[in-house]
């Protein structure tokens, strides 16, 4: 059946109620006038009426359950058999949430290895890369190499590390997203071979005979030699305590301090590596309390210690000259970096490396390969065997 009609309104011509029994109070007139405003007010001032269920019928929804003015919040449901409950099932697509992202910030944190899919050779087990140097001006040329745009992409999408990409808090923030470019290039890219170098020099000579050498990346070992001088020096300084007792060192030693006396004296390589090898063959002819190798790395330590490495003036200024060999190579290349670099090498003659180099022409008369290399940054391959002595 249909719901009943609303009651009817008051007819218009119905009489008003005495004006003394409208007004009886002003003032509760008024907070009666402003209930719906003022709740609070007639809230406080009124007495509750008793709630009156509506009738039931067939389109009457179920009346609501009463409102319990107590506070205590309900136990929790026990998921033990003891008391008959069962988890929950948000609970478990909680923890599957939890789990995804942490599964997506762990992939997030992995750095690609070296090569990482970009043809770079890996590492090898028990080896880590070190960031020795680079030139900072050479920093934004490895954006114009395709392959190397590829690394740099990858590069912009993992998170800072800055225990690994920020040496000093002082530093200048655009040396420090150069040095995490160089050092992502060089550890992940791929190094080229003696023909990658002199594809490299063929290409930077443009159709005018204008030369405009072009960066490669290298992989394999930096040998340095001795400043000729310093070498025959300190070898003659190591040999003198032994010269007493013999005569043929003394002379030998002799030799040597007169033509280092000599006031403005120039020599060749040649003339002062003689020198030297003249002690050290005396030296080893008798047998003295002293190990056989003991000149050689008494003097060795000592060079190492002042860095003392061989030097020339190539490219508008002084240079550290070492020599590069490709694997399995027995030609070195020579290779020249900046002298203020000394510091930052190891006390080692013999450093495996992966280098970012300028590929030259010859740039001195007196070295024998053709090609040159001037290097534009340096990281130390160190590996963990003991019995390696390139590290």
């Excluded at 005495?18 to 402003?34: F, N, T, Y």
């Excluded at 290039?185 to 005018?208: C, F, I, N, Y």
């Amino acid at each position: 059946p249909p719901p009943a009609p609303p009651a009817p309104l008051p007819a218009l011509g119905a009489p008003l109620p005495p004006m003394e029994a409208r007004i009886a109070d002003p003032v509760s007139s008024i907070w009666a006038a402003d209930s719906g405003a003022l709740g609070r007010g007639a809230a406080m001032d009124r007495t509750p009426e008793p709630f009156v269920p509506a009738p039931s019928t067939p389109w009457a929804s179920p009346a609501p359950p009463p409102v319990s003015m107590d506070r205590t919040p309900p136990p929790p449901a026990s998921s033990s058999s003891w008391g008959g409950g069962t988890p929950e099932p948000p609970l478990a697509v909680n923890a599957a949430l939890v789990g995804a992202v942490e599964a997506s910030n762990a992939a997030a944190d992995r750095r690609p290895g070296p090569g990482g899919g970009i043809g770079g050779v890996p590492v090898m087990p028990g080896e880590a890369l070190q960031l020795l140097w680079f030139d900072k001006d050479a920093a934004p040329r490895i954006h114009r190499k395709q392959e190397w745009k590829k690394i740099l992409e990858q590069l912009e999408e993992m998170p800072f590390d800055p225990e690994l990409d920020q040496a000093a808090l002082t530093e200048d923030p655009a040396e420090v997203e150069d040095r995490r470019e160089v050092f992502e290039v060089v550890t992940r890219g791929a190094p080229v071979g003696e023909t990658g170098v002199d594809h490299a020099l063929a290409t930077s000579v443009r159709a005018d005979g204008r030369f405009a050498p072009q960066l490669v990346l290298l992989a394999g070992e930096v040998r340095f030699d001795f400043d000729e001088t310093e070498l025959l020096k300190t070898t003659a300084a190591a040999a003198t305590p032994f010269a007493a007792t013999d005569p043929e060192l003394k002379t030998a030693l002799d030799g040597a301090t007169a033509f280092l006396s000599t006031p403005d004296v120039v020599a060749s390589p040649e003339v002062l590596g003689g020198l030297t090898t003249t002690i050290r063959d005396a030296f080893a002819k008798t047998t003295r309390p002293v190990p056989a190798t003991y000149l050689e790395d008494v003097t060795q330590r000592a060079l190492l210690e002042r860095r003392a490495y061989q030097k020339r003036s190539v490219f508008g200024e002084p240079h550290l000259r070492g020599t590069f060999f490709f694997a399995g190579s027995t030609t070195g290349v020579p290779t020249y970096f900046p002298e203020a670099m000394a510091k930052k090498l190891p006390l080692y003659r013999a450093l495996r490396v992966r280098m970012l180099a300028e590929a030259h022409f010859q740039a001195d008369q007196y070295e024998s390969h053709p090609t040159a290399l001037r290097a534009a940054a340096v990281v130390r391959v160190i590996t963990s065997r003991r019995d390696d002595p390139r590290t």
